[in-house]
C-alpha cells in the first residue's frame, strides 16, 4: 500500500509540474501551455502606487587603463519596474569611479544626463542626452563614452541602437561638426583605437553608410516612432545629407506596423536644404511648395507630426544643427497646434524666429506597448500600440490602455475588449511591484461590471491583464485583488488566490 501511495504521489507531483510549466520568453512564440491555480501567498495589497525596484546584476563596459579596450565590470543594479533599464544603466555607467584594471567612463570629466528624460527608447533605439559637462571631452573621447553606452545598454538584447546627444543636439565627430556619428551598436570584439580610426576616417567623394535612426509619423496622428537602418550618403555636405534622409522617410518605414506613408518630401522641396549659421543658431533651412499641405492631408498625416518627424530625424543623425526652419510655400513655420497627441493636443507652441528645436518635440515620441484582447475565436490575440515611450513601463498606464479597448491604430484590428465596460482608472486602487510579481488592488467594480460576464471571458479578463503587464520588464507573475483582499473565485471560475503566470495557451 505504501509504494501504491509513493508511486501515486510521484504521478501527481509529475503532472503538476508539467501544467504549471515556464512561461514563454516575451519575444519568442508562445506556446500551448495549461495552468494551475494559482497558490495562495501572503502579501499586502497596494493601498497606491508603489514604484518599488528588482535587483540584477549587470555589464557595465569601463575604457582600460590605457584606454586600448573596453572592459566589462560587473555590479549590482536596482531597476525599477515603472521604467526603463536603460536610464539606470546610464546612471551607474556614468557616476561608476573605475576599478584598479579600468577607469571612470569619461576619465576627469564628470558627466551627467541633461534633464529628466534624458534617456529616450522607441522600439530597439535608445537615445542618451549627456549633460553639457560632455563638451570638455574631445571628440576621440566622446566617442568612446558613445561607444561604453552601446556595450552597456545592449547587453540585454532588447537595444540594438544608441545615439548620443549633447544637451539635445548632436556633436558629430569632428571639431567643423560636418561628420556624424551614427547610431552606435554594440562591439566588444575590437579595440577602441580601431574603431576610432574607422568612424573618423576622413570623408571622401565614396560613398558613407551610416546607421540612422529615422522617425516617422505614427498612425492616427498619435505622435512618431523610430527605427533605425543602414543608409548610404553619396556626398559629405549636410544639406545633401538631408536629402537622402528625406527620401529615407518618403520611402517609408520596413519594422513599423501601420505607419502612414510619408508623401514624397524630396519631390516637394521649392529649393535645396541651406545651411544657415547667422544669428547665433547653426540651423538646416528647409522650403517646401504648397502643395506640401494637401500632399499631408492625403497621406493621413497632421502638420505638427510631419514636422516632428522631420525634426527629430535631422536633429538627431545631422552634427551641429541647433534646430530646423521649415517653409511650405510662402508660410514660414512659427506655431503648431497638435491635434491628435497623447498630450498637448489643441495646445498651440510657438517657436521663436521658426527655429524648431528637437526639445521642442519631446512629447511626440512614442513607444509600442504590447497588450492581449480578444478575437472572433475567443482566443487572446497580442496587438501592438504606440503610446508615449515613458509608459510603456507603467502598469497603471498598461491598465488603462486596456481599459480603453481595441483602437483602430492598434497592429491589429477586429478585436473586442476583454475588460468590462465602464472600468476606469478610479477602479484601480494601487500598484505594487514585489520581487518579480506586479499587485494589482481593483475596486468591487471589476466584479460588479463583470458580473455577466461567462467563464471563458472571466479567463480572458484575467490573463489579458497578467499576460500584457508580464511583458513589461522585471515582471514574471502578477496578483489581482479586490478591495485589498483575493476572494476565492472572482466572478464563476477564476480561483484568485495566489500569483498569476502568463497563459498563453488562450491565445491563437
Known amino acids: 500500500m505504501n509504494k501504491r501511495i509513493a508511486r501515486l504521489m510521484c504521478l501527481l507531483c509529475a503532472g503538476a509540474l508539467a501544467l504549471t510549466g515556464c512561461a514563454a520568453p516575451k519575444d519568442s512564440a508562445p506556446t500551448a501551455q495549461l495552468t494551475l491555480p494559482p497558490v495562495s501567498l501572503r502579501r499586502t495589497a497596494p493601498e497606491n502606487d508603489m514604484n518599488q525596484s528588482y535587483t540584477q546584476t549587470v555589464m557595465l563596459y569601463l575604457p582600460s587603463l590605457d584606454g586600448s579596450q573596453l572592459i566589462a565590470v560587473p555590479a549590482s543594479a536596482a531597476f525599477s519596474a515603472a521604467r526603463h ?84 543636439a548632436q556633436p558629430g565627430l569632428n571639431v567643423a561638426a560636418t561628420l556624424p556619428a551614427g547610431s552606435f551598436q554594440q562591439n566588444s570584439r575590437e ?64 519594422s513599423l506596423p501601420g505607419v502612414p506613408r510619408c508623401p514624397d518630401l524630396k519631390g516637394m522641396m521649392a529649393a535645396d536644404p541651406v545651411l544657415d549659421e547667422t544669428g547665433g543658431a547653426r540651423r538646416l533651412v528647409l522650403r517646401f511648395t504648397e502643395e506640401m499641405n494637401n500632399a499631408l492631408i492625403a497621406s493621413g498625416i497632421t502638420r505638427s507630426v510631419m514636422v516632428a518627424s522631420l525634426v527629430c530625424t535631422i536633429t538627431t543623425f545631422l552634427p551641429g544643427i541647433d534646430g530646423i526652419e521649415i517653409r511650405i510655400g510662402s508660410e514660414k513655420v512659427t506655431s503648431l497646434t497638435p491635434s491628435g497627441t497623447y498630450f498637448g493636443a489643441g495646445d498651440t507652441l510657438l517657436f521663436q524666429d521658426g527655429l524648431l528645436r528637437r526639445r521642442d518635440f519631446s512629447s511626440f515620441l512614442l513607444a509600442h506597448c504590447a497588450l492581449y484582447f480578444a478575437n472572433s475565436q475567443g482566443k487572446l490575440t497580442k496587438v501592438y500600440r504606440p503610446i508615449p515611450f515613458y509608459e510603456t513601463h507603467n502598469a497603471r498606464a498598461l491598465v488603462q490602455q486596456l481599459m480603453m479597448g481595441p483602437q483602430v491604430y492598434d497592429s491589429q484590428n477586429g478585436l473586442t475588449a476583454v475588460l468590462p465596460e465602464g472600468l476606469r482608472d478610479a477602479d484601480l486602487i494601487g500598484v505594487s511591484f514585489e520581487n518579480n510579481t506586479l499587485l494589482l488592488n481593483f475596486s468591487a467594480q471589476l466584479q460588479t461590471l463583470a458580473a455577466d460576464f461567462d467563464a471563458p471571458a472571466e479567463r480572458r479578463m484575467v490573463y489579458a491583464l497578467v499576460n500584457t503587464l508580464c511583458e513589461m520588464q522585471g515582471v514574471e507573475k502578477a496578483a489581482i485583488y479586490i478591495l485589498g483582499q483575493q476572494p476565492e473565485i472572482l466572478i464563476k471560475e477564476v480561483f484568485l488566490p495566489g500569483d498569476f503566470l502568463p497563459n498563453y495557451n488562450l491565445m491563437e
Open 85 to 168: 533599464r536603460a536610464e539606470t544603466l546610464c546612471e551607474l555607467l556614468l557616476a561608476h569611479p573605475g576599478t584598479e584594471y579600468a577607469r571612470p567612463v569619461a576619465g576627469e570629466v564628470t558627466l551627467s544626463l541633461s534633464g529628466t528624460e534624458a534617456v529616450e527608447v522607441s522600439g530597439n533605439v535608445a537615445t542618451v542626452s549627456l549633460g553639457a559637462s560632455a563638451l570638455r571631452l574631445s571628440h576621440e573621447e566622446l566617442f568612446t563614452v558613445g561607444q561604453a553606452l552601446a556595450n552597456t545598454l545592449c547587453q540585454f538584447g532588447d537595444l540594438q541602437y544608441v545615439n548620443v546627444l549633447i544637451a539635445g
Open 191 to 254: 579595440d577602441l583605437a580601431t574603431l576610432w580610426a574607422r568612424a573618423s576616417a576622413p570623408s571622401s567623394t565614396a560613398r558613407r553608410s551610416f546607421a540612422v535612426t529615422l522617425y516617422y509619423p505614427a498612425p492616427a496622428g498619435k505622435g512618431i516612432l523610430c527605427e533605425t537602418r543602414m543608409l548610404s550618403f553619396a556626398a559629405a555636405d549636410l544639406p545633401a545629407m538631408t536629402v537622402t534622409l528625406l527620401e529615407a522617410l518618403s520611402a517609408g518605414a520596413e
